[in-house]
């Protein structure tokens, strides 16, 4: 039995940011388990790079401006390029929404530009067809593109510095809550430590109180599987899409759901590029039709989320999603994509709320649990400013400069108190 004052579950971008963040506030005897913190299926290692500030709802603007503020202070660290993002719109009643919505945007000292179909060309010379479609953008000069891998091993290096703990290889196979302990104070398990049997915990009763995590860690060379009970003071499940599962272990019914992404690494002849076109200094350009894409080291990168992607733990590039969904929508938009070869392709999980926006806060039911996940394809542009806020909650039990209590779950219990964030991709 180990005994942890705080046990972060889940070592991705948002789960070691708030151990950094806490760390920083003097608190000790913090532990991130993690079932593998390379990060192989995790979203933080597996995303666009995308960073702006630029949404439709204020804790969205709030957490991702705190977290640009913290890109563009530290960008040779992280690979902050702030060359903006450029959204092209093409149905006129989506466009008056953009428009309203800049003020509040710039109200947050965002600088959102409007900017004319011939604005646009001017300035985009790469966008050089289907231009009768365009109906007017918006330019964020202060928003940008990141190194994901970067920023999560800035935040660990820093939390490592403070005192905090990473354990690897540590699978969350089981969860002992006060009702689960049974007269022995055992956790009941049966024969299969992945397949752990805990009785459900009423998430009304205020009294709830999360006893102890069990990991498994194994160690392929050796063969060898061994067991850790972590005693917990308090735990915080940032597990990303996998969030739900552990929600379970407990009896809390989670909303949000994984949904497989694809993203691809695609060459252009630079002979093919319209005079005036520098793709290096581009920044993200989000198209109508759903695609985004921008420069990637000598490549572009391009996503395309699809609508009716089915709910799933699914890690497989469709071969055909080039052909299919990102080379026709480029090419409809540059010709310069006409002949683009495709490097190579693959998948992660956005974790996704019926509203569009991320869970964060306490657990409602229990005594010593929060959680920070679910932020629907923004995680690493949140991850700063989401930190910050469970930070100062985990530590003073309020919010103080960043108030995240928007993001609780219990939101989800009344659709008029969702947070529908409708600028996603
Ligand atoms: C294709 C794609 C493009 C995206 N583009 C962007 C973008 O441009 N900008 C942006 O800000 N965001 C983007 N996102 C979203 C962003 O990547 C995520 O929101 C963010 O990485 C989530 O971080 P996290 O720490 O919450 O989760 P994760 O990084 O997924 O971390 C969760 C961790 O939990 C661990 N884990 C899971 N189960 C267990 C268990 N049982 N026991 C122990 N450990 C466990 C995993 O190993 C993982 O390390 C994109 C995502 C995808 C898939």
């Not at 913290?70 to 929404?97: K, N, P, Q």
């Not at 007017?136 to 939390?159: E, K, Q």
């Not at 994509?337 to 019926?354: I, K, M, N, S």
Request: charged share 25%; glycine share 10%.
């Amino acid at each position: 039995m180990e005994r942890v004052s705080v046990l972060v579950v889940g070592g991705g971008i948002v789960g070691t940011a708030i151990a950094w963040r806490l760390a920083a506030r003097g608190v000790g005897g913090i532990v991130v388990i993690d079932l593998d913190l390379a990060g192989l299926y995790a979203s933080s290692e597996l995303n666009a790079g995308g960073a702006r500030a630029t949404w439709w709802q204020p804790v969205n603007i709030e957490t991702c401006r705190a977290t640009l503020d913290f890109f563009r202070a530290h960008a040779a660290d992280v690979g902050f390029r702030e060359h903006g993002y450029l959204w092209l719109y093409a149905d006129g009643a989506l466009w008056e929404c953009a428009v309203a919505k800049r003020a509040l945007q710039n109200a947050y000292g965002l600088g959102v530009e409007i900017l004319t179909p011939a604005d646009v060309w001017a300035r985009f010379p790469l966008l050089d067809r289907a231009r009768d479609e365009i109906v007017g953008a918006t330019f964020s000069p202060r928003d940008g593109l990141v190194n994901p891998n970067a920023v999560r091993a800035l935040y660990r290096d820093r939390a490592r510095h403070l005192g905090v703990q990473f354990r690897n290889r540590h699978y969350v196979a089981g969860v002992a809550t006060a009702q689960s302990m049974g007269a022995a104070g055992a956790l009941r398990r049966v024969a299969h430590v992945d397949v752990v049997e805990v009785e459900p915990g009423d998430p009304t009763d205020s009294a709830g109180i999360l006893r102890e995590i069990l990991t498994t860690h194994r160690v392929p060379a050796a063969a060898v599987r061994t067991e850790t009970r972590f005693a917990c003071d308090t735990v915080v499940n940032c597990l990303g899409a996998w969030s739900s599962v552990f929600l379970a272990k407990i009896g809390v019914r989670d909303v949000t759901e994984p949904v497989r992404r694809q993203i691809a690494l695609v060459d252009v002849r630079r002979r093919d590029l319209p005079p005036g076109t520098d793709l290096e200094r581009l920044g993200m350009i989000v198209d109508p039709s759903g695609l985004y894409f921008h420069p990637e080291g000598a490549s572009v990168l391009a996503g395309y989320s699809i609508p009716d992607e089915a709910p799933g733990f699914d890690f497989t590039y469709d071969d055909a999603f080039f052909e299919t969904h990102l080379w026709p929508r480029l090419a409809h938009r540059a010709s310069a994509f006409e002949r683009c070869a495709l490097r190579r392709g693959w998948a992660g999980l956005y974790d996704v709320t019926p509203d569009r926006t991320g869970v964060a806060g306490a657990v409602a039911g229990f005594t010593n649990l929060f959680e920070a996940h679910s932020f629907t394809g923004r995680g690493v542009m949140q991850s700063y400013g989401v930190a910050t806020g469970m930070a100062e909650l985990l530590a003073t039990g309020r919010f103080e400069t960043l108030d995240l209590s928007p993001l609780r779950r219990e939101r989800f219990d009344d659709p008029a108190r969702w947070v529908m964030e409708d600028l996603h991709i």
